[in-house]
């Protein structure tokens, strides 16, 4: 069993940054691949995402390739989304999650409750 509590989301100017946390209760963290997703208002959960359990892979959809970096510190328990050059379309409720990798939503078991991100323009 694995919980997952995020932080670190606000409101932020265009082009600014911000970096969620994402700890996770369990002694099993280390042997998941970790990920995280996004929704926005009338939209379906988007793949943000994902980092296997070493830290060595990551994966990320197009629009925040280059922009975003997942990382995540197993001695902590914790993963991290570094967000830099933010866009208005990137504001949404962002979610990690914990499960067996990919990009798919029902590939991933645990969820934390989401931390909204709003970015003005």
């Known amino acids: 069993q694995v919980q997952l509590v995020e932080s670190g989301g606000g409101l932020v100017q265009a082009g600014g940054s911000l970096r969620l946390s994402c700890a996770a209760s369990?002694?099993?963290?280390?042997?998941?691949?970790m990920a995280w997703f996004r929704q926005a208002p009338g939209k379906e959960r988007e793949f943000v995402a994902t980092i296997d359990w070493s830290g060595a892979v990551t994966y990320y959809t197009g629009s925040v390739k280059g922009r975003f970096t997942i990382s995540r510190d197993n001695a902590k328990n914790t993963v991290y989304l570094q967000m830099n050059s933010l866009k208005p379309e990137d504001t949404a409720v962002y979610y990690c999650a914990a499960g067996r990798g990919g990009d798919r939503p029902l590939s991933y078991d645990y969820w934390g409750q989401g931390t909204q991100v709003t970015v003005s323009s």
């Open positions: 369990g002694r099993t963290f280390i042997s998941y691949p």
